[in-house]
Every structure is written in structure tokens, then in C-alpha cells.
Nanobody
Framework: VQLQASGGGMVQAGDSLRLSCAAS????????LAWFRQAPGQEREFVASITWSLGRTYYADYAKGRFIISRDNAKKTVDLQMNSLKPEDTAEYFC???????????????????WGQGTLVTVSS
């Protein structure tokens, strides 16, 4: 599995940005894909995840109502639409993929075995 994130950039508070993760694998059946972010000096934190087969979505509280995760099965991409961006959203954003196991929360870094490189999002006030 290979993941390639793109779409980061510098924006102003209130702007929108769309991140995209191109995923390559024979199949993602049984997988979840997610976005995490890591600000300088902080731990990597969960943003949102989506199950590949059914498209069920999960969000961090701070992302609800502002961010939307979606996937395109044909293109094998997972996008993160980020609206009403705030300076505290500044971070490097990573996409990740992992097999869904019984009891998975789909919110923890240890549940994802494949990671793409990060894409930097900077939000100025």
C-alpha cells in the first residue's frame, strides 16, 4: 500500500482547502483510510476517517461541521475538505490506511499500518 498526500498550502483564517490522498493497492476492501495531523512540538492527532467499503465516516470533535472526508473508490483517493480554517488547524497532515479489526475505533494512530508523507497546511490569522 502506498499513499500520496497533496493539497496543502498557506491560507488565511476562514478559507477552505482540500487535501487529497492517492492510494495504491490491489484492494482496500476491509480497510479504513484516515487523516491525521501533527503540529510542531505536538503529538499526531486524529482528524477524520472513512471505511472504504461502506463509506462510514468518523470525525474528531474539532473537525465536525468544518471538515468533510470522502473517498472515490474508482480513483482510489480520499479527500479532506477543510472549511472555515483556523490558525490552530496549522499542521502537517498525513493520510493513513489500516485494516479494520474488531473493536477498532478508527481514531488511533496504532490502528493504521500504512502512512503517506505529510502535506503542510498553514493558516494565518
Amino acid at each position: 500500500v502506498q499513499l500520496q498526500a497533496s493539497g496543502g498550502g498557506m491560507v488565511q483564517a476562514g478559507d477552505s482547502l482540500r487535501l487529497s490522498c492517492a492510494a495504491s493497492a490491489r484492494t482496500f476492501s476491509g480497510y479504513a483510510l484516515a487523516w491525521f495531523r501533527q503540529a510542531p512540538g505536538q503529538e499526531r492527532e486524529f482528524v477524520a476517517s472513512i471505511t472504504w467499503s461502506l463509506g462510514r465516516t468518523y470525525y474528531a470533535d474539532y473537525a465536525k461541521g468544518r471538515f468533510i472526508i470522502s473517498r472515490d473508490n474508482a480513483k482510489k483517493t480520499v479527500d479532506l475538505q477543510m472549511n472555515s480554517l483556523k490558525p490552530e488547524d496549522t499542521a502537517e497532515y498525513f493520510c493513513a490506511a489500516g485494516r479494520i479489526a474488531v473493536g477498532s475505533t478508527l481514531r488511533s494512530t496504532y490502528e493504521y499500518e500504512y502512512w503517506g508523507q505529510g502535506t503542510l497546511v498553514t493558516v494565518s490569522s
